[in-house]
């Protein structure tokens, strides 16, 4: 009776039992790959059932087999080796860049007046719009790739570390400066962690935009890496090479950036709840 008693109890407050919870979990787990997996489907059967002509969108097992051969041949290790260096490279000096300037801008106000407007005004320039004066100045090769990968990781990287530095604790910052901290002591104890959030989404972001970058220059301006796989396969007609170059650039992207948003969620809970 008493069992009877707890397990209505417990239904009534909305206590769900543990495999009910597990499967709600694996539930929302699976939810984000429902879309992937239509979509994937609807390719199959469209193939299979002539729906679509091969010469338009080929056929999974083809595309698979196309992926084995560039595996195999050490085509596709070599092109993606170059494209996340190239990437490695340009999101590096374009983070540093960016949380440079983005500091300087949320420090100063006189700064901010003089360069924020112009550079709003500047990054409203797509990536490609810097291209042919970029081919004038350094011509087609890697440093034209690091540069237009740069300044797409460097404008979400200087926004939120503004963003960041402005947003630092009002109270926290009144309470370092009635015990007596400096300039550069609130700034390492107070502005810096509290900027860390918005910095960390930022660098997201950046990385995203980076890669983006990447693909759109080397597809434009390359005789090597992914973006060059699938403008070659789009020249000689062979979809199934350019699907199979797709699909790599969409996993490595995805791939780190679940690391870049796991990596997020550990230095948010390594934070002071002051900060967070």
């Not at 009910?20 to 539930?27: E, F, N, S, T």
């Not at 009002?170 to 400096?182: I, P, S």
Request: hydrophobic share 55%.
């Amino acid at each position: 009776m008493s069992n009877t008693i707890t397990l209505d109890l417990d239904a009534a407050l909305g206590h769900t039992s543990t495999p009910a919870r597990r499967w709600r979990a694996l539930g929302w787990a699976l939810a984000p790959w429902a879309l992937p997996a239509v979509l994937f489907a609807l390719w199959w059967v469209g193939c299979e059932r002539g729906w679509i002509a091969p010469q338009i969108l080929p056929p999974p097992v083809r595309v698979y087999a196309t992926f084995v051969d560039l595996v195999q041949s050490g085509d596709l290790l070599h092109n993606t080796l170059v494209s996340l260096q190239r990437v490695f490279c340009g999101f590096v000096a374009g983070t540093l860049g960016g949380f440079l300037l983005g500091s300087a801008l949320g420090l100063s106000r006189s700064f901010e007046a003089y360069v924020l407007p112009a550079f709003n005004a500047l990054v409203q320039i797509p990536v490609l719009g810097w291209l042919p004066f970029l081919l004038l100045l350094v011509g087609v090769g890697e440093p034209l790739k690091y540069i237009l990968i740069a300044h797409a990781a460097l404008v979400p990287v200087t926004l939120s570390t503004l963003q960041g530095f402005r947003g630092a604790p009002v109270t926290l910052d009144e309470a370092a400066r009635v015990f007596g901290y400096t300039r550069w002591q609130r700034i390492v104890h107070v502005v810096l962690p509290s900027a860390v959030p918005t910095l960390a989404t930022g660098v997201r972001l950046a990385f995203t935009k980076a890669w983006l970058a990447l693909v759109v220059v080397e597809l434009v301006a390359s005789s090597e890496g992914l973006g060059y796989l699938i403008v070659y396969g789009r020249q000689l007609f062979q979809l199934d090479l350019v699907m199979a170059a797709v699909v790599v650039v969409g996993a490595i992207g995805f791939a780190i950036n679940r690391a870049l948003d796991a990596l997020e969620r550990r230095l948010r809970r390594g934070m002071p709840s002051a900060f967070r």
